[in-house]
């Protein structure tokens, strides 16, 4: 009796999960299962991109600085001296994409050798995707780079946005993603903050910035590396380069297998 209870209840589940459904219900019931997707989707790519393409349409029809972007630099150029020069000019040289590169191969090699396919896709594609987009955009909006004073390390390219800030950034948004899974991943976000306001700080002491193009070079290089993170799924199954390998690492998960099925 109690078996025949138990079935009786079964199938009275599955008969009413497959009632049809109101259009609220349904919702009801995406949005519990993706909320968490959305809200990455809103702060991670929506918002950086509006930040950057107000920035960038202002930049296209002033073809100037903006009101707060020299009020900052003449601030900050206010505490210059020879010991922060000398400081500014090393410590800026590890934002550099040559500089970097190192760091990237390092770390590619590593998911090489642990076979981790899925997260060596995401960390080739990020990192490329970011200097092309990088180098596109300054060719596109050809900004004249601040001239207040004459630099100890002065640029000749153009400035908007900012390589430097995007290299940074990419590097510790791939960090981020690669560690999410791990406790590490605390370790990464407040290390990687400092490094992120550190570089861009050379920049502007530097004088080869305005402080708009290092907020442009964050904004666009944190949506690119979310939105890659969002196709790629490096971090499915908890895939992190401190953590056991899971098996989506290797293989197609069900609704790429299903494509290729198809």
Known sequence: MALEKVNDKNQQTAASSQKPQSLIEFVQKLLIIYWRSLVLLFVGIYLPLQIFGLLALEVQQKEGSFPWDLPILVTIHSLAQPQLDVFATILTKLGSFWTLLPIVSIIALILLLQRRWR???YLLITTAGSAIINRTAKEFWHRVRPHLWDS????????FPSGHAMTSMTLIAILVVL????TWRWLVLILGGLFILAIGWTRLYLGV???SDIIAGWMVAIA???GVNLIIKPDSGSA????EKPVSETKLLSEEQEFFNS
């Open 179 to 182: 560690t999410w899974g791990s």
């Open 209 to 211: 910035h305005f402080p």
């Open 152 to 159: 100890v390390a002065p640029e000749f390219d153009y400035s």
């Open 240 to 243: 992190n380069i401190i953590s």
């Open 224 to 226: 690119w590396a979310i």
């Open 119 to 121: 997260s060596l896709t």
